[in-house]
């Protein structure tokens, strides 16, 4: 080539190579028809897709998204995972940050995507509307920057999710009127799928299928946007090596089953090392170890090799056991962040705000329901009440009533946390409550799951922020033994973490983010009892260092 075609060609990649783009989506929703498990129901979609599309950007791009709402429910949209670095009115929980569209308006999303590489996901942030308003995010390294890993030679998103035949918003008011739990789902779907055996009929159309060719590595990108099921994943025959979790990379470790959250993703290499001859199947099956615990049935999906070679062999996998505990700690606890010189874990080492977070479920007396009381999630035994505007615009216009900053730092009363002959009172007290950080405020909180109706996991989900999870274990957290035992070098970094059933786990974060930045339950059944809390996080006093002012198409109540 000759040497000015080159410098011409350096100057015209250039701006490409360094620059940021900016990412424009349409996001239209709207209702549409469904047939699963042999019966049809019109359910809120993007642009009429199950799961919805997927969002591709590259870390440091703008995403611009135009939310339509032609649903009659008021609607928003979470970008969950995204930090929305000083831009909380994007960030999507009703009465959170936004009040929500109602039906016919519109809003537009728009964040920058910064320190961040992976998988993520959106889903609708109101109600239970995310049963089926959800899809992938992907977001790839700046250009020229490799993977800390052997490049794939494709990738695959798989959105695990539930599939109800009845209308879920019907499924939670009815269970808000009556205080009892909620129906659990009638199958697991996989990136929509309901699987080959479904009491109706049997056939493969209804089955995902991943195609790969031998010797080749894939990228799976595994998303679980389920509402109240936390999952294991296997592929019959095949090991998987976690790469990262949550759009933060870790060290690479080897599995044959993947645990994954309500809330989580999961990027693992899978290498298409089998033989060609056979089809292997794809298992997705729940888990719960609490003594409360409902099964749901096990769906499959199939990998199949191309060329491929028609009537060959099924290979089956054996999924965990639905309690199977073991398992689920097996996989938390091989996960570490992949902390190099490049992609740094920065722990906080020194402590400004040392919480301490009890995390259950009681009962409160309720007259209109059927036992005259309902369940209630809480912490700290406040069970939060959702104001009427959001906490985020009482925050920014100093609208006095809409909440108290006063969050307990620490449960008022405490006991032996995950005994199962707790003698104390179910009830809980309601509030409109946060806990106020400083800007810059390092905060340590430790979760710990109560046994006061029974010992359950909760996933728990922070926004605005991701924390690293320093500690975790069984039983009651001792500060003095357990502390001692904190990692604090490579600890995994990600946004929603399992506090474990009748268990504790230590998350640490810096509050760099100015706004009100949710924290729940990711069991969408415990966020609708109250499971849930916001930090308030203070403007700093640089230019860098305050919320953005609210965009001018801001939603009103
Ligand atoms: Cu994925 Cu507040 O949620």
């Given at each position: 080539m000759e040497p000015w075609i080159r410098a011409l060609l350096i100057l015209l990649l250039l701006p490409t190579l360094a620059e940021a783009r900016l990412r424009h989506y349409n996001f239209e929703v709207v209702m549409k028809n469904y047939t699963r498990l042999c019966s049809t129901k019109a359910i809120a979609t993007v642009n009429g897709k199950f799961p919805g599309p997927t969002l591709h950007a590259r870390e440091g791009d703008n995403v611009v998204v135009k939310v339509i709402n032609n649903i009659n429910y008021n609607l928003t949209i979470h970008w969950h995972g995204i930090r929305q670095l000083r831009t909380g009115?994007?960030?999507?929980?009703a009465y959170i940050t936004q009040c929500p569209i109602i039906p016919g308006q519109n809003y537009l999303y728009n964040f920058t995507i910064t320190g961040q590489r992976g998988t993520l996901f959106w889903h609708a942030?109101?109600?239970?509307?995310r049963a089926t308003l959800h899809g992938a995010i992907v977001i790839l390294p700046k250009k020229g920057t490799p993977y800390p890993f052997p490049h794939p030679v494709n990738q695959k998103i798989i959105v695990l999710g539930e599939w109800w035949k009845a209308d879920t918003e019907a499924v939670i008011n009815e269970a808000t009127k009556s205080g009892m739990p909620p129906n659990v789902s009638d199958s697991h779907t996989m990136n929509g799928h309901t699987g080959?055996?479904?009491?109706c009929s049997i056939s493969t159309k209804g089955t995902y299928t991943l195609h790969v060719e031998q010797n080749k590595t894939y990228l799976l990108r595994i998303?679980?946007?389920?509402?109240n099921d936390e999952l294991f994943f296997r592929i019959a025959g095949h090991k998987l090596t976690v790469v990262e979790v949550d759009a933060s990379y870790t060290k690479p470790f080897i599995t044959d089953t993947i645990y994954i959250a309500p809330g989580q993703t999961t990027n693992a290499l899978l290498k298409?090392?089998?033989?060609?001859?056979r089809k292997y199947l794809i298992g997705m099956s729940s888990f719960m170890d609490s003594p409360v615990a409902v099964d749901n049935s096990t769906n499959y999906g199939l990998l199949r090799y191309k060329p491929s070679l028609g009537g060959s062999p099924f290979v089956l996998t054996a999924m965990p056991s639905l309690n199977a505990t073991q398992a689920q700690r097996n996989f938390i606890h091989s996960l570490r962040s992949?902390?190099?010189?490049?992609?740094?874990?920065?722990?906080?080492?020194?402590?400004d705000h040392s919480l301490f977070f009890t995390m259950g479920v009681g009962v409160n007396p309720c007259a209109t329901c059927l036992n005259g009381s309902k369940l209630v999630g809480n912490i700290n035994n406040v069970t939060f009440v959702m104001p009427t505007i959001s906490l985020l615009q009482a925050h920014y216009y100093n609208?006095?009533?809409?909440?108290?900053?006063?969050?307990?730092?620490?449960?008022?009363i405490s006991f032996d946390?995950?005994?199962?002959?707790y003698t104390g009172s179910l009830a809980t007290m309601n509030g409109t409550k946060v806990y106020r950080l400083p800007f810059n405020a390092t905060v340590q909180v430790v979760l710990q799951d109560t046994s006061i109706i029974a010992p359950e996991s909760h996933p728990i989900h922070l926004h605005g922020t991701n924390f690293f999870v320093v500690g975790t274990g069984i039983g009651n957290y001792d500060a003095t033994k357990d502390s001692?035992?904190?990692?604090?070098?490579d600890p995994v970094e990600r946004n929603t973490i399992d506090v474990p059933t009748g268990g504790w786990t230590v998350i640490r974060f810096l509050a760099d983010n100015p706004g009100v930045w949710f924290m729940h339950c990711h069991l969408e059944v415990h966020t609708s009892w109250g499971l849930k809390m916001a930090f308030l996080i203070e403007n700093g006093?640089?230019?860098?260092?305050s919320i953005m002012a609210p965009p001018k198409d801001l939603p009103k109540c």
């Open positions: 009115w994007s960030d999507g929980p942030h109101i109600s239970w509307l080959p055996v479904r009491n998303i679980n946007a389920a509402i298409a090392d089998q033989s060609p001859e992949l902390n190099s010189k490049k992609y740094p874990a920065k722990v906080p080492l020194s402590i609208i006095s009533g809409v909440f108290t900053d006063d969050f307990p730092g620490k449960p008022l946390y995950t005994t199962v002959n001692i035992n904190f990692n604090l070098v006093d640089g230019p860098n260092e």
